[in-house]
């Protein structure tokens, strides 16, 4: 099975920051890697899948980058909006996927 | 617009049975993949079973091998999840999501809270 570990935990940021959260693979999963954010109550929300394409309709101040078992979300500028749980998720096969552990992204 | 609506949560005892289904609409149910993910109450999102369009694969994190069960009626545009010998870990949020290819988990629904508890 493929773990992926999702680092920091939490993170204390303040508006207009730039902020990433990393992702690391326990085997390679190419770029077969997405990021989605979730709100407090709410089903979580895809930002950017394979790695680093943006979902239509997502700020550009979001981006992915990587391939192979590391990978980085980036938000350029943070935005009141932005301050949510962020996960990444593995989905090299149908067999089996999993998500990193979270980050909890915080107003500092 | 794509609905995905889950229903059949509640409250039931260690080692009881649930069946949750998911209603979709808005889009061709029977060409997609699909998914059941779970979430326990203050905790991160874990995938917990697949089904291919025609249901002939299944799979499940190892975690409810053996104990829970994918299916679907892409007649009636529904997907079903039977959860046998709950235990108190089942506790969760249970969301039902399309697979697209290369992008994954594309539209979710807003969930069904099963509890698990004497």
């Known amino acids: 099975d493929i773990q992926m570990t999702q680092s920091p935990s939490t993170l204390s940021a303040s508006v207009g920051d730039r902020v990433t959260i990393t992702c690391r693979a326990s085997q390679s999963i190419s770029s077969w890697l997405a990021w989605y954010q979730q709100k407090p109550g709410k089903a979580p929300k895809v930002l950017i899948y394979e790695a680093s394409t943006l979902e239509s309709g997502v700020p550009l101040r979001f981006s992915g980058s990587g391939s192979g078992t590391e990978f980085t979300l980036t938000i350029s500028s943070l935005q009141p909006d932005d301050f949510a749980t962020y996960y990444c998720?593995?989905?090299?096969?149908?067999?089996?996927?999993?998500f990193g552990q979270g980050t909890k992204l915080e107003i500092k | 617009e794509v609905q995905l609506v889950e229903s059949g949560g509640g409250l039931v005892q260690p080692g009881g049975s649930l069946r949750l289904s998911c209603a979709a609409s808005g889009f061709t149910f029977s060409s997609h993949w699909m998914s059941w993910v779970r979430q326990a109450p203050g905790k991160g999102l874990e995938w917990v079973a697949n089904?291919?369009?025609?249901?002939?694969?299944?799979y499940y994190v190892d975690s409810v091998k053996g104990r829970f069960s994918i299916s679907r009626d892409n007649a009636k545009g529904s997907l079903y999840l039977q959860l046998n010998s709950l235990r108190g870990e089942d506790t969760a949020i249970y969301y039902c999501a399309t697979i697209v290819p290369v992008k994954c988990f594309e539209y979710w629904g807003l969930g069904t809270l099963v509890t698990v508890s004497s």
């Open positions: 089904i291919n369009q025609v249901g002939s694969e299944t």
């Open positions: 998720q593995q989905y090299n096969s149908y067999s089996g996927y999993t």
